[in-house]
Structure formats: structure tokens, C-alpha cells
């Protein structure tokens, strides 16, 4: 079966610190993986998206990147945390030629103080 | 005008009652509507996937679409507390091919009072 992990569930960290989130899927190749980001009353903002190994589109300038070193890994960094950075992240992937939606990870929640 | 419109509430209903969630979009060119639920602190699960005008039903669940309005609902018979959640409707331009991406509503957070 297709699952996806996200971890860490939860995460605190200071103003200017680095940031690095894992996502990983299985069961599935070539996925289409996504990073989310939801912040109260604004819904879910796009962040990043991957169609393969090494292709990363940004949706949203900021001081957020992304990776995807392997075909079922994706990773979302910042060298430096901002107090806007807080929020739920989430990472979702799809099945390439499959038109039935996203299936989303459980979801990191960043507070940065 | 956002291209995805979703009253955010929220609401609150009794139990057993019947729940109409609706969602208003403005690109014509939206062939694909999906309904996520999302508990708290959780990730949106999909719970109802359509592409044609109509209605598609599963159990107690309703999805209802109207190209022509551009106007998509979710309808929840005998609601239960269980089904408290914010629901996200989603659609998209394309069938899945290439660059595939989903445009959200913001969620409508909804409470089912025993």
C-alpha cells in the first residue's frame, strides 16, 4: 500500500535558525509531491511542487526552499527562520496520470520564537 | 476575485441534522471538484472526487456540482460529532497529466453538537 510520512510532527525553534523537514513516500514511484503551507484563516498556500528527482518549482518567494534528492524524498529548508515561517506545513504526493487528488501527510507544525 | 470562494464559517449544527457546504469558483475551465476533510492538527483525507455536473453520492455523503453556476456543494445527511472538521472543496483545470495542481477553497470548519 501508498503511505506517506512526515516528520517532525512538531517543532519549535528561534528566530534565524535552519530548517529542514522530511517527507517520504512509499509504495509509489515517480510520484508528483507537494509542500503546503496552512496558516489560520488563509487556507492552503502552495509552496513548492516536484514532478522528478532534482525538479523543484516555487510557487511563493520567500526564504523557503526545496529539494528532492531521491524520487520518493522531499525536503523543505530555510537557512534562516522567520516569525512569518510559523505555521502547518504539509506534504502531499499524487500518482502521475491519475487524476483523483492529493494525498496529504499528517502535517508539521512549526511555531518560530 | 479569488478563483475559489468558501464561506469559512463557522458551524455549528445538531446532530442528526443535514449539513450543506458550498463552494463558488470563477474559472469556467474547472473540469475536476474534490471534497478533503480535515481534522484537527491532522492532514486533509479526500472523501469525495466528481468531474460531471450531478450529484455523486457515498453513504451519507453528497457531492453536488454545477458547471453551469459554478457552484459545488457537499451535502452530509445525519451528521454525527464525529463528522466535525473543517471541509476544503478542490478542483482543478486538468486530467491529471503534467504539472497537476489543485486549487483550494479555505476551508469551512464545521461542529456537530451532540
Known amino acids: 500500500s501508498q503511505t506517506i510520512h512526515q516528520w517532525p510532527a512538531t517543532l519549535v525553534q528561534p528566530v534565524g535558525s535552519p530548517l529542514s523537514l522530511e517527507c517520504t513516500v512509499e509504495?509509489?514511484?515517480?510520484?508528483?509531491l507537494y509542500w503546503y503551507r496552512q496558516a489560520a484563516g488563509r487556507g492552503l498556500q502552495l509552496l513548492f511542487y516536484?514532478?522528478?528527482?532534482?525538479?523543484i518549482s516555487s510557487e511563493v518567494p520567500q526564504n523557503l526552499s526545496a529539494s528532492r534528492p531521491q524520487d520518493r524524498q522531499f525536503i523543505l529548508s530555510s537557512k534562516k527562520l522567520l516569525l512569518s515561517d510559523s505555521g502547518f506545513y504539509l506534504c502531499?504526493?499524487?500518482?502521475?496520470?491519475?487524476?483523483?487528488?492529493?494525498?496529504f501527510g499528517s502535517g508539521t507544525r512549526l511555531t518560530v520564537v | 476575485q479569488k478563483e475559489v470562494e468558501q464561506d469559512p464559517g463557522p458551524l455549528s449544527v445538531p446532530e442528526g441534522a443535514i449539513v450543506s457546504l458550498n463552494c463558488t469558483y470563477s474559472?469556467?475551465?474547472?473540469?475536476?471538484f474534490m471534497w478533503y476533510r480535515q481534522y484537527s492538527r491532522k492532514g486533509p483525507e479526500l472523501l469525495m472526487y466528481?468531474?460531471?455536473?450531478g450529484n455523486k453520492e457515498d453513504g451519507r455523503f453528497t457531492a453536488q456540482v454545477d458547471k453551469s453556476s459554478k457552484y459545488i456543494s457537499l451535502f452530509i445527511r445525519d451528521s454525527q460529532p464525529s463528522d466535525s472538521a473543517t471541509y476544503l472543496c478542490?478542483?482543478?483545470?486538468?486530467?491529471?497529466?503534467?504539472?497537476?495542481?489543485?486549487?483550494f477553497g479555505k476551508g469551512t470548519k464545521l461542529s456537530v453538537i451532540p
Open positions: 502531499a504526493w499524487r500518482n502521475l496520470g491519475q487524476n483523483n487528488g492529493y494525498t
Open positions: 509504495g509509489t514511484s515517480n510520484p508528483n
Open positions: 516536484s514532478v522528478g528527482i532534482g525538479q
Open positions: 474559472n469556467s475551465a474547472f473540469q475536476y
Open positions: 466528481t468531474y460531471s455536473s
Open positions: 478542490a478542483m482543478t483545470l486538468n486530467s491529471g497529466a503534467g504539472s497537476y495542481q489543485l486549487t
